[in-house]
């Protein structure tokens, strides 16, 4: 694996070695001493074009636990500001000797340019790019369901316990909200379906992509009726995405009349959460708006993983650079043993 810039390209073997490496990786993190000396003189640069925290912040811990350098650059008050092309800034990182450089950019296809255009020798990951792909984000959230739905019983109980080297074959997802102006559920389709879930994406048609009938899941206008009829394994909020939407409306560009309506008809409360079997999880990419597509009953009940989401992003981000840059390492020489 040179990049990772989509999850359509990735293969069901490619998907699992990367679950399998993350849990690795996370076993390493109950450890005292949590660091690991993987990736010692090598350099990881974070080129965010766009505002992100949570994503920066997870990619620079994940490089530093593997003891590569970080170089944090951020387009607010560098060079791009004054109008410097990415191609300019790509060969600058590659004067300096960028080992990987993990990318976010406002614009669709931009990691892929990075990559393929010849500018940087360095693997590229793709830390989301405009309303088209955010890889490790689809990666950690396979990895959450897998961790607690994969090897159990219809009522939840453990019956394998360890799901290492297993899929995601027989799981239902319901991924519900703004799919138009999603990365998040672009990658997610196109993982779990490789992974074996069945995918079904639940919106306003408004918030339904042109041409989502070509994708490998089901759709459905009806939140109510896919919780009833499917009895989902994971049911996973998306953001609504009002810094995306165009015009003034209440709902941020007419896309729904207003968020009351929203949240009545696609907002998970916890009448839907009664509604959902004993095992399910509730997932969100984050941040969340509390009280638009999920209710703070939902969002801090028991069977919500959101903020184990965000630790398990570390672990699988630590093992997507740990097989780019030291993949042909052995696995004691990686200090995961």
Not at 62 to 73: C, E, Y
Not at 268 to 297: K, Y
Request: aromatic share 4%.
């Amino acid at each position: 694996m040179k990049h990772l810039l989509s999850t359509a390209d990735l293969s069901r073997t490619d998907a699992i070695r990367i679950l399998d490496t993350a849990a690795q990786m996370a076993a390493t993190q109950s450890r005292e001493i949590k660091k690991l000396p993987t990736l010692r003189g090598r350099t990881v640069v974070n080129l965010f074009f766009e505002d992100s925290t949570r994503t920066r912040i997870s990619f620079e811990t994940a490089a530093k636990r593997l003891s590569a350098d970080v170089i944090n650059f951020s387009a607010k008050g560098s060079s791009v500001s004054k109008g410097e092309s990415l191609k300019d800034t790509a060969l600058t990182l590659q004067a300096m000797g960028a080992d990987a450089v993990v990318i976010r950019h406002q614009a669709s296809g931009a990691p892929h340019t990075l990559a393929h255009a010849g500018w940087v020798d360095s693997a590229v990951v793709n830390a989301g790019d405009g309303m088209h792909q955010h890889p490790t984000q689809a990666l950690l959230d396979a990895f959450t369901m897998r961790r607690h739905l994969v090897g159990r019983g219809a009522a939840g109980a453990s019956i394998t316990g360890d799901p290492t080297g297993q899929d995601l074959a027989g799981l239902r997802v319901a991924i519900v909200g703004d799919v138009l102006h999603s990365r998040v559920a672009r990658s997610n389709v196109h993982l779990l379906h490789t992974l074996g879930a069945k995918v079904t994406l639940v919106a306003p048609p408004t918030l339904v992509p042109v041409g989502v009938e070509t994708w490998p899941c089901d759709v459905s206008y009806h939140l109510d009726e896919v919780l009833a009829e499917t009895a989902p394994d994971a049911v996973m909020m998306l953001r609504v995405q009002r810094e995306r939407m165009s015009g003034s409306g209440a709902g941020g560009g007419a896309f729904f009349p207003n968020p009351l309506e929203y949240t009545r008809n696609f907002g998970l409360d916890g009448r839907r959460l009664a509604l959902l079997p004993d095992h399910t999880i509730v997932m969100h990419p984050g941040p969340m708006n509390r009280g638009l597509e999920i209710s703070a009953e939902a969002a801090d009940s028991p069977r919500a993983v959101i903020v184990e989401q965000v630790a398990n992003g570390v672990a699988v981000r630590m093992a997507v650079l740990y097989l780019l840059l030291a993949g042909d390492a052995s696995t004691e020489r990686a200090g995961l043993e």
